[in-house]
C-alpha cells in the first residue's frame, strides 16, 4: 500500500513538474508585450505554486516510502544474520568474522539503496522522458523530441559503457576494503598476541599495506568517475546546446516566443538533474549488485549439517550416551576417529584422556552434531543424534569448554546466556553454584560489572566459573567438560573441579581431560591414541595394567613433584635475603 500511494505520488509530481514551465514562459511573453501586471504576477504564482507542488508530493513520496526500505534493510539483516549461525562450525572456522561482517554491511545498504532508487528514480526519469517528448512534438514538432531523445540515449548508452568498466576496478576496490577491514578485526581481538610479542610495528605493516592496496583501487575509480562526469556533461550540454540553437532560429523566425526558448531550458534542466543521478544510480546499483552479490553468496551456501525432514524432538529419559563404531575424519585422507566405541551410562561420568590430537575434543563436537560422522551411529537414550533435531540436542548438552569466551556484556548477561528468561535470583542461585557470587559480591557494579571484549578484564578462572554458572542455569541433562581445566593453576583448578564435581553430581558427564588428577574420580576412563581406544576402565585398574594411562600418570606426577622442588628452593632462597622468582611466575 505504501509503495503504490509513494508511486502515485510520484506520477503527480513528474505531471506537475512537466507542466510548471508553461505559465513562466507566458509569464515572460506577457512581460514581452506589456499585458496587465495582475495576469503577470498571476502566471509568477501558478509557477510558484507548481513548483511548491512538485517538491511537496515528492516529499510526501519519500515520507510514505521510507518504512519500506528500512523495513526491507531490516527483513534481510535477520535472514542473513540467522542464515550464519546455522552455517556449519567448518565455515566459521575458514571464514574472517571481519570480512563477512564487512559483507554483511554493504549488502544491506545495498539493499536499501536499490529500494529507495530504483523505484524513485529510473522509473520517474523514464516517465518525465516520456511526457516532455509528448510535450515538444505537441508545441514545437518531431524534431524537438528527436534530438533531446538522441542527447539522453547517448548519455545512457555512454554512462553503461563506462560504468560497467569501473565496476571491475569498483569490486578490486571493495575486495581490498574487506581484506583490510579483516585484518583490523583480527588484530585487535588478537590485541594481548600482539603485545606479547611485541608485533604492534608488523600489524601496523601490514594494515597499512592494505589499506595502501585500497588506496590504489579507489584512486583509480576517482578517475574514471572523473572521466565518467565529464563524458556526461558534455554529452548532455551539447544536446541542450542543440536544443537552444533550433529555438533561437524559431524565435527569429516568430513561430516560437520568448517565454517558450526560456521554458525550454527549464524543461531540459528539469530533465538533467534526475538524468544526472541516472548516472549515479545506475553508477550505485552497479555497485550494490556487486555487494549484493557477496552477500547473496553467503545466503546460499547451505548448511553442512541439516535436520532430516522427520527429525523428531530428541526424548530424553536418563541421558545414556552411546558410541557405535565412530569414524570421523576431516580429511578422507587423514582419519580422526577408528571404529570408537564406548557407553555413558545415565548419570555416570566417564573421562577422556590422550596426547594432543587423538581426537578427543572431536568426540565433543561430534556429540553436538557439529560435523556428520563417516560410519558408525552416535545415540542417545536409544535415538541416532542423525534423527533429532539440532535444537533439541544442543538443549539437553551443557558445555564447559577450556577456552572460555565471554559476551562484551556484564557478568549478569554471561551467566543468564544459558538461560535468557531466567530471572535474577535464578542467576544468582548458579553463581553461588559455581562459586562465583562472593566474588562478584566484592566488584562495585556486582553482577552488572562488564566483562570486556571476550571476557578479558576476568581471570581465567573467573572466566570458568562464569561458563559454569551458564551451564548450570541452562540445566542440561548431559554435561559436557571440554579440558575445562587444563589452563588454571593447581590451586584454582582445585576449586573449579570442586564447582564442576557439585554440578555434574546425577548428570551424564562425559569429560575430556588434560590433567589425570581431575578424574580419578569417573566411573570410566577412556585412553584414546591416534583416534583409537587403547585403554579402557577405573582410574586404579589402568595403573596397575601399567600401559600408556599409566605412563602419563608418571610424567604428569613428576612434573608436579619437580614443581613442588622448585616452590621449597625459591621459599628457602627467600628466606635467606636471596632473589626469588616474581610470585607470576611461579605456580601455586
Known amino acids: 500500500m505504501r509503495i503504490a500511494i509513494a508511486i502515485a505520488a510520484l506520477v503527480v509530481s513528474k505531471v506537475v513538474g512537466v507542466l510548471t514551465p508553461i505559465p513562466l514562459a507566458r509569464a515572460v511573453d506577457a512581460l514581452e508585450g506589456n499585458q496587465a501586471v495582475g495576469l503577470v504576477l498571476m502566471l509568477v504564482a501558478a509557477y510558484a505554486i507548481g513548483r511548491i507542488l512538485t ?19 531490516r527483513e534481510v539483516a535477520r ?20 570480512g563477512v561482517a564487512r559483507v554483511i554491511e554493504r549488502g544491506i545498504d545495498a539493499i536499501d539503496f536499490l529500494v529507495r532508487f530504483s523505484l ?84 601496523t605493516r601490514r594494515f597499512d599495506e592494505a589499506r595502501a592496496a585500497y588506496e590504489t583501487a579507489a584512486v583509480r575509480t576517482s578517475e574514471t568517475l572523473a572521466f565518467l562526469n565529464a563524458g556526461q556533461a558534455t554529452i548532455f550540454n551539447l544536446g541542450l546546446g542543440a536544443l537552444l540553437v533550433l529555438a533561437a532560429m524559431r524565435v527569429q523566425a516568430g513561430t516560437m516566443t520568448v517565454g517558450q526558448f526560456g ?45 532430516r525432514p522427520n527429525a523428531t524432538a530428541l526424548a530424553v529419559d536418563g541421558a545414556e550416551i552411546r558410541f557405535e563404531s565412530v569414524n570421523f575424519h576431516y580429511d578422507p585422507a587423514r582419519p580422526i576417529l577408528r571404529n570408537v566405541s564406548f557407553t555413558v551410562p545415565a548419570g555416570h561420568k566417564v573421562a577422556i584422556v590422550g596426547p594432543s ?28 543424534v542423525r534423527d533429532v533435531t539440532q535444537t533439541s540436542l544442543r538443549a539437553a548438552i551443557g558445555m564447559v569448554p577450556q577456552d572460555t569466551v565471554l559476551f562484551n556484556d556484564t557478568i549478569a548477561y554471561n551467566i543468564r546466556y544459558g538461560r535468557p528468561d531466567a530471572s ?41 566459573r562464569v561458563a ?47 590433567r589425570l588428577s581431575t578424574i580419578i574420580d569417573a566411573d570410566e576412563i577412556l585412553v584414546l591414541e591416534k583416534g583409537e581406544i587403547v585403554e579402557r576402565g577405573r582410574h586404579a585398574s589402568l595403573l596397575a595394567l601399567n600401559g600408556a594411562y599409566a605412563a602419563m600418570w608418571r610424567r604428569q606426577q613428576e612434573a608436579a613433584q619437580v614443581r613442588e622442588q622448585l616452590d621449597r628452593v625459591l621459599g628457602s632462597e627467600s628466606d635467606k635475603g636471596g632473589h626469588a622468582a616474581p610470585p607470576e611466575l611461579v605456580e601455586p
Not at 58 to 73: E, F, I, K, T
Not at 496 to 510: E, G, K, P, Q
Request: charged share 20%.
Open 55 to 73: 517538491i511537496g508530493v515528492a516529499q510526501l513520496r519519500d515520507y510514505v516510502s521510507a518504512p519500506v526500505g528500512q523495513h526491507a534493510m
Open 79 to 98: 535472514e542473513t544474520f540467522a542464515h550464519l549461525h546455522r552455517l556449519s562450525l567448518r565455515f566459521h572456522l575458514e571464514r574472517r568474522t571481519g
Open 120 to 203: 524513485f528514480n529510473v522509473g520517474p526519469t523514464l516517465l518525465e522522458l516520456v511526457l516532455l517528448s509528448a510535450l515538444f512534438w505537441a508545441m514545437f514538432g518531431i524534431v524537438f523530441p528527436i534530438v533531446m531523445i538522441v542527447t539522453v540515449a547517448a548519455y545512457v548508452a555512454f554512462t553503461f559503457v563506462v560504468t560497467e568498466w569501473r565496476t571491475k576496478i569498483m569490486r578490486v576496490m571493495y575486495e581490498r576494503d574487506a581484506d583490510s577491514s579483516t585484518k583490523a578485526v583480527d588484530s585487535l581481538l588478537n590485541y594481548e598476541t600482539v603485545k606479547y610479542f611485541g608485533n604492534e610495528a608488523h600489524e
Open 263 to 307: 521554458a525550454i531550458n527549464v524543461w531540459l534542466m528539469q530533465l538533467y538533474q534526475p538524468l544526472n543521478l541516472l548516472g549515479m544510480v545506475y553508477r550505485e546499483i552497479k555497485a550494490a549488485l556487486v555487494n549484493m552479490e557477496a552477500m547473496f553468496n553467503l545466503l546460499d551456501l547451505n548448511p553442512e549439517i541439516q535436520d
Open 357 to 384: 590430537g587423538a581426537g578427543k575434543s572431536t568426540i565433543s563436537r561430534i556429540l553436538f552434531r557439529f560435523y556428520e560422522i563417516a560410519g558408525g551411529r552416535v545415540l542417545i537414550d536409544g535415538q541416532d
Open 424 to 464: 535474577e535470583e535464578d542467576v544468582i542461585a548458579a553463581a553461588r553454584i559455581a562459586q562465583i557470587d562472593d566474588f562478584v559480591k566484592t566488584l562495585p557494579d556486582g553482577y552488572k560489572t562488564m566483562v570486556g571484549e571476550r571476557g578479558l578484564k576476568l581471570s581465567g578462572g573467573e572466566k570458568q
Open 468 to 514: 559454569i554458572a551458564r551451564t548450570v542455569l541452562k540445566n542440561p541433562s548431559i554435561l559436557l567438560l571440554d579440558e575445562a581445566t587444563s589452563a588454571l593453576d593447581s590451586h584454582t583448578e582445585k576449586e573449579i573441579v570442586s564447582a564442576l564435581n557439585a554440578v555434574s553430581a546425577n548428570r551424564t558427564t562425559l569429560v575430556v581431560a588434560h
